[in-house]
């Protein structure tokens, strides 16, 4: 379901979501986590502006954007907005059951639009939907969200829970905007699949590891290239940087021209991790790393150069059609 996370300034808001998202590793006994756990899959989307988005259908949340194609959107300077519908998708497409949302590091226009605005500007908001109004369908769909909600009562309004965090200790309230989750919109989000639509040796050419410097661990260079991982959502140190640039470069090379999406590459990335150990990701001992989550590999995938990657939708052929299920390629 979803949980709103309310409270005044400075009373643990950001801090508990925050717990949450670094719930889902091992910590050591004493770091302030000890009742704190989360799956693994758990993903704290931001907004990533000046982000590359590689050929992402969007149109789950935009029907139309100017001179550009909703369902095959491609830009090395997303915004706010296109940033963070990106990255909810590709979290979803990867495997995400927990969405982690602070409403201080998010695209406002992306959460919610009030009814002020839409008479506003009119026209230009048809087709958009917004985050908190595609939620209760994430939700149907097996997508949990915990939100943080500290300036506006919009994420109060579909809440299926709301905290009040008051001096660090969270409380559950009930509120009188219960009643409009009977109200709220109904939408429905389809989540395209992803996939890999590249070399298998894009990343690695013919070598078996990268050269990665890490100094600075949210702004690693990958055989030359820079990659800025500030706002991917992800505390980094240079060990885990350098496993996922790392663990991505081997996820390309593990892709099957037959695979039907990430689903399929997750389950081949952790039986080789499970079958060769930490050493996978870098066989010659070169350096010191930390072997990633699943879902920090996807969003260096993500953020990459190359490889290059593409949606898939599913069809309804019936297997009879063409033997088993179909997919479109977008």
């Known amino acids: 379901g979803i949980t709103a996370v309310a409270g005044a300034p400075y009373h643990g808001k950001s801090t508990l979501v925050s717990a949450i998202a670094a719930g889902g590793s091992d910590h050591a006994p004493g ?31 935009f029907a139309r954007l100017p001179g550009a194609r909703a369902r095959r959107f491609s ?12 990255s909810v998708l590709q979290a979803c497409a990867a495997g995400c059951r927990l969405l982690l949302v602070d409403e201080d590091s998010a695209a406002s226009n ?9 008479r506003l500007l009119g026209r230009s908001l048809t ?7 595609a939620l209760p369908a994430l939700a149907a769909k097996g997508v949990s969200t915990v939100i943080v909600a ?12 709301t905290l009040v965090m008051d001096h ?12 409009a989750r009977a109200r709220r919109i109904r939408s429905v989000v389809n989540v395209p699949e992803r996939l890999v639509a590249d070399a298998p040796d894009c990343i690695l050419g013919p070598r078996h590891f990268l050269d990665i410097h890490a100094l600075e661990p949210e702004r690693p260079i ?56 930490p050493c996978a990701l870098d066989p010659f001992h ?45």
Do not use: N
């Open 31 to 61: 770091d302030g986590r000890e009742r704190v756990v989360a799956i693994a899959s758990a993903v704290a989307v931001q907004a990533d502006d000046g982000r590359r988005i590689k050929d992402q259908d969007v149109s789950a949340f």
């Open 286 to 330: 070169t350096t010191i790393l930390v072997v990633p989550p699943w879902q920090l590999v996807v969003s260096v995938l993500e953020r990459m150069p190359r490889p290059y990657m593409r949606c898939v939708r599913r069809t309804r052929k019936t297997d009879a059609d063409r033997g088993g299920t179909s997919t479109a390629a977008r």
């Open 150 to 161: 500290g300036s506006s009562t919009a994420s109060l309004a579909v809440a299926d829970t």
């Open 75 to 86: 830009t090395d300077r997303a915004s706010g907005a296109t940033s963070m519908a990106a």
């Open 222 to 277: 990958v055989a030359g290239v820079a990659l800025d991982l500030r706002r991917s959502g992800w505390e980094l140190d240079a060990a885990l940087a350098r496993g996922a640039c790392a663990a991505a470069a081997w996820c390309a090379r593990l892709v099957d021209a037959g695979d039907p999406g990430l689903a399929m590459l997750r389950l081949r990335y952790e039986a080789f991790i499970a079958e060769r150990g």
């Open 110 to 118: 992306f959460l919610s639009i009030d009814a002020g605005m839409r």
């Open 127 to 133: 087709g958009i939907t917004t985050l908190l109004e």
């Open 168 to 179: 660090f200790q969270p409380r559950t309230v009930a509120h009188r905007l219960a009643r």
